[in-house]
């Protein structure tokens, strides 16, 4: 039976398509090397991302996302002849767009824009789509065309061209545009997203997808389609069914140090988000748990810590399933320049999920499986 399970590993293996993701410098790190950091927050708090908007006709409203420290992005092409971008592949939304030669705001003139005009297979609808975020909005027209994802081909796949752009983030963003892989209750109505396309046109072995997060390094980093590779995590995968189908939200039991609950105590609901890359919760909470790291706040709404307690401060265990996921300090706390260190917990300002970011999915591979409406996680290998 052992022989039966290996084999099938490694043909599960064999069926997946691997697309490299690169870690870059977070636009956070940016701005606060340009100096700008501080009136950027005033003016976007970073607390206010994941209030949520009133639906409106015709407007997809995302929770309100910042990519403010997002470190992975991967590269896909749309049309023929294909056209390059770089994309965030974000679990926390569902929709495909890049700018497009249409775009006048500034975010458009400083990345790369699609030109339909330039592709032979591109199909055009003049309908406006409207998605609104945290910090700003992204207007423009849906159209149709071919996306190549690494080795697969979707062809006519829906996506956004964007018109304009109001958020900072896009303009001092690394990424061109967002390749969301939520549920499609969040797409936008009557499209179908990517990865939702790719099953559907047979594309895939399996119905699911992956992501491995490398640390320290600059390359490294996976998202994997239709399989899992074995070789990127340590022992058994545990699985988590999906508690509500939208984001990827799954049911946690609580949050401990040191054998203590400190959060969600008898249970609370969290999103696997790879667009995300803190730690973030609602704000009591979080400000007990940053009151327990002795973190301190300061001017622009960051927390500051001591860098000589990484080597001192618990693991922090986020118990899911009945399964412990350790989280060490050396994970929530990060250092920046001139020997200053921050803490990787955030607030979700008055709203009531946890959203597991980068922080805890550079530790644990994380399988999201479509196919049966659950969550594989494992300890990532270093």
């Not at 501080?38 to 015709?58: T, V, W």
């Not at 890049?98 to 775009?103: D, F, G, H, T």
Request: hydrophobic share 35%.
């Amino acid at each position: 039976m052992k022989w039966i399970g290996f084999l099938s590993l490694v043909a599960l293996s064999e069926c997946l398509v691997t697309i490299p993701l690169t870690k870059i410098k977070s636009m956070r790190e940016s701005l606060r090397e340009k100096d700008l950091l501080n009136d950027y927050l005033q003016e976007h708090p970073y607390s206010q991302a994941y209030r949520f908007l009133h639906k409106q006709e015709g407007v997809t409203a995302e929770p309100m996302r910042s990519y403010l420290d997002l470190y992975y992005i991967g590269t896909i092409s749309i049309g023929m002849p294909p056209q390059e971008f770089k994309v965030i592949f974000d679990t926390g939304s569902a929709d495909l767009w890049v700018p497009s030669i249409y775009c006048s705001s500034p975010a458009c003139a400083t990345h790369k824009t699609f030109n339909p005009g330039k592709s032979s297979t591109f199909q055009s609808t003049n309908r406006p789509i409207s998605l609104q975020y945290g910090s700003g909005s992204m207007t423009g027209l849906l159209g149709y065309d071919h996306v190549r994802i690494g080795d697969l081909v979707v062809k006519f796949q829906a996506f956004g061209l964007s018109q304009t752009e109001s958020s900072k983030s896009f303009e001092y963003g690394v990424f061109d545009g967002i390749l969301g892989l939520s549920y499609p209750t969040m797409a936008l109505t009557g499209t179908t997203p990517v990865f939702d396309s790719m099953w559907k046109q047979g594309l895939l072995s399996e119905n699911l997808f992956a992501f491995y997060l490398s640390t320290n390094t600059e390359t490294g980093s996976v998202v994997m389609f239709g399989g899992v590779d074995h070789s990127y995590y340590t022992g058994e995968l545990q699985w988590v069914p999906v508690s509500r189908q939208g984001y990827w939200q799954i049911t946690m039991d609580s949050i401990s140090m040191n054998g203590k609950v400190i959060a969600c105590d008898g249970g609370c609901q969290a999103i696997v988000d790879t667009g995300t890359s803190l730690l973030i919760g609602p704000n009591y909470p979080i400000f007990d748990i940053l009151k327990i790291i002795n973190a301190r706040p300061t001017s622009t709404g960051e927390y500051i810590i001591n860098c000589n307690t990484i080597n001192i401060l618990p693991d922090i265990v986020f118990t899911i399933n009945g399964v412990g996921y350790p989280v060490p300090a050396s994970a929530y706390i990060r250092r920046g320049q001139s020997d200053v260190c921050y803490s990787n917990f955030d607030d979700s300002f008055g709203h009531s999920l946890w959203v597991l970011g980068d922080v805890f999915l550079r530790l644990y591979f994380t399988v999201f499986d479509r196919a049966n409406d659950r969550i594989g996680l494992a300890p990532a290998v270093a």
